[in-house]
């Protein structure tokens, strides 16, 4: 089991950027694949970017391709999203998840709230 802790939401304008962070515990977390997600009020929670164990690429959703950059430090037991030109489209609950080669999802921080004022 790995436990993850996002921080680095908060409130910004568009145009602007935020990095969020995802900490996690455990000494396995090399091991996890993992992922960004976020959900806006009255919709349905969709993947941002995720580690492929495929390929080992980085799958990011069409929106968000350009601007957002997923980064991950073991050494640190870290996972970052970095945002650049923000748009108000993006504000929701970003949440981090982790899990194992061939499972589904199933380790999830509480999320950080990202707010894009116009």
């Known amino acids: 089991q790995v436990q993850l802790v996002e921080s680095g939401g908060g409130l910004v304008q568009a145009g602007g950027s935020l990095r969020l962070s995802c900490a996690a515990s455990?000494?396995?977390?090399?091991?996890?694949?993992m992922g960004w997600f976020r959900q806006a009020p009255g919709k349905e929670r969709e993947k941002v970017a995720a580690e492929s164990w495929i390929d080992g690429n980085t799958y990011y959703v069409d929106d968000v391709k350009g601007r957002f950059t997923f980064s991950r430090d073991n050494a640190k037991n870290t996972v970052y999203l970095q945002m650049n030109s923000l748009k108000p489209e993006d504000t929701a609950v970003y949440y981090c998840a982790a899990r194992l080669r061939g499972q589904e999802y199933k380790n999830w921080g509480q999320g950080t709230q990202v707010t894009v004022s116009s």
């Open positions: 455990g000494r396995t977390f090399s091991s996890y694949l």
